[in-house]
């Protein structure tokens, strides 16, 4: 059994800071639980272009607002109780209007150290 709190996560390498986002990454692929699980903060004001063209993301909002616009689709608010899950590997556009945390769910899991490159792509670790 593995036993994590967010306060050992922040300030260590399995915490992950960018200029819009800030991931806490509580379980990775080092945990075998076959997904990765991220605490993450969406920072106020910011846009983020993202594509999860290796993995597949389940996210659940637990505090803040924003929107998700599907690059040639719909755009959706984003508040909490609100998830969203990129099945089709959506292309998307991540927008806070005040600082999100989202609780974020990533198949195959992330090994860690994942920031989107230049075209919003996690690499697969392997
Ligand atoms: C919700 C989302 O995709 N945020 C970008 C960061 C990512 N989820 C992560 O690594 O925590």
Redesign the pocket.
């Known amino acids: 059994m593995i036993v994590k709190h967010l306060q050992d996560i922040i300030g260590t390498e399995d915490e992950?800071d960018t200029p819009t986002?800030n991931?806490r990454?509580l379980l990775l692929k080092k945990d075998n639980m076959g997904f990765a699980l991220?605490d993450?903060l969406?920072k106020a004001g910011t846009e983020?272009f993202?594509w999860?063209a290796n993995h597949l993301?389940a996210?659940y909002c637990i505090e803040g607002e924003g929107e998700i616009e599907v690059v040639g689709g719909e755009t959706y608010p984003i508040r909490p109780g609100m998830t969203y899950a990129l099945s089709g590997h959506e292309k998307h556009y991540?927008r806070a209007k005040s600082t999100m945390r989202?609780v974020?769910v990533?198949n195959p899991p992330?090994t860690g150290r994942?920031v989107?490159d230049e075209n919003g792509v996690?690499p697969l670790i392997e």
Request: proline letters at 0%.
């Open positions: 992950v986002w991931s990454r991220n993450t969406i983020t993202i999860y993301e996210v991540l989202m974020c990533f992330l994942e989107h996690y």
